[in-house]
Nanobody, 115 residues
């Protein structure tokens, strides 16, 4: 079993920054992909960014250059540094972990960008 716990969400003004964290526990394999997805009200869940164990990253075009995903394999933790936040970044952000063709999800953390 794998458990994911996110933290770091909140309310921030446009142009501000936030850092999300997600700690994974349980049977975490060395070859896994961790990532962040988000879902705004009335919209489908969408990819934000992913990172493989070796450090290869992938970003959605809408966040490229503003968000940075990183990972501490020793702590089984993934981070999402978000800068230059926009109101359209408002959503519930979910942490994910993929291994052995299975996907695990956190409970989500709310990010609201508003003045």
């Amino acid at each position: 079993q794998v458990q994911l716990v996110e933290s770091g969400g909140g309310l921030v003004q446009p142009g501000g920054s936030l850092r999300l964290s997600c700690a994974a526990s349980g049977s975490i394999l060395s070859d896994s992909t961790m990532g962040w997805y988000r879902q705004a009200p009335g919209k489908q869940r969408e990819l934000v960014a992913t990172i493989r164990s070796g450090g290869f990253t992938n970003y959605a075009g809408s966040v490229k250059g503003r968000f940075t995903i990183s990972r501490d394999n020793a702590k089984n933790t993934v981070y999402l540094q978000m800068t230059s936040l926009k109101p359209e970044d408002t959503a519930t952000y979910y942490c994910s972990l993929d291994q052995l063709r299975r996907s695990y999800w956190g409970q989500g953390t709310q990010v609201t960008v508003s003045s």
